[in-house]
Nanobody, 122 residues
Framework: QVQLVESGGGLVQAGGSLRLSCAASGRVAMGWFRQAPGKEREFVAAISWSGGSTNYADSVKGRSTISRDNAENTVYLQMNSLKPEDTAVYYC???????????????????WGQGTQVTVSS
């Protein structure tokens, strides 16, 4: 069982930045997803177990960077130039398999964090 603890959400003005963190109880491939009110959960970004591969949703590409600190088993999502449409609950997720890739589908993930709220005001 992998435990995930997210942090870093909050309220920010449009154009601002936030860095989300997800600390895991072991080394895993991770992804970030988000869910806005009344909408389905959607993929945001992912990083492979090795850290050598990343994927981004088109909606955040160029504005966000996912990275990992393997010594701390922590994955970060740096989000810049935030827009009101980025407002959502952000969830980190982990894949059980060692050497797993940066998957885009939520069904590829085995463990989920509790979520952290990101609110971007206009």
């Amino acid at each position: 069982q992998v435990q995930l603890v997210e942090s870093g959400g909050g309220l920010v003005q449009a154009g601002g930045s936030l860095r989300l963190s997800c600390a895991a109880s072991g080394r895993v491939a991770m992804g970030w997803f988000r869910q806005a009110p009344g909408k389905e959960r959607e993929f945001v970004a992912a990083i492979s177990w090795s850290g050598g591969s990343t994927n981004y949703a088109d909606s955040v590409k160029g504005r966000s960077t996912i990275s990992r600190d393997n010594a701390e088993n922590t994955v970060y999502l740096q989000m810049n130039s935030l827009k009101p449409e980025d407002t959502a609950v952000y969830y980190c997720a982990a894949r059980r398999q060692k050497w797993a890739g940066a998957a885009l589908k939520s069904t590829e993930y085995d463990y989920w964090g509790q979520g952290t709220q990101v609110t971007v005001s206009s």
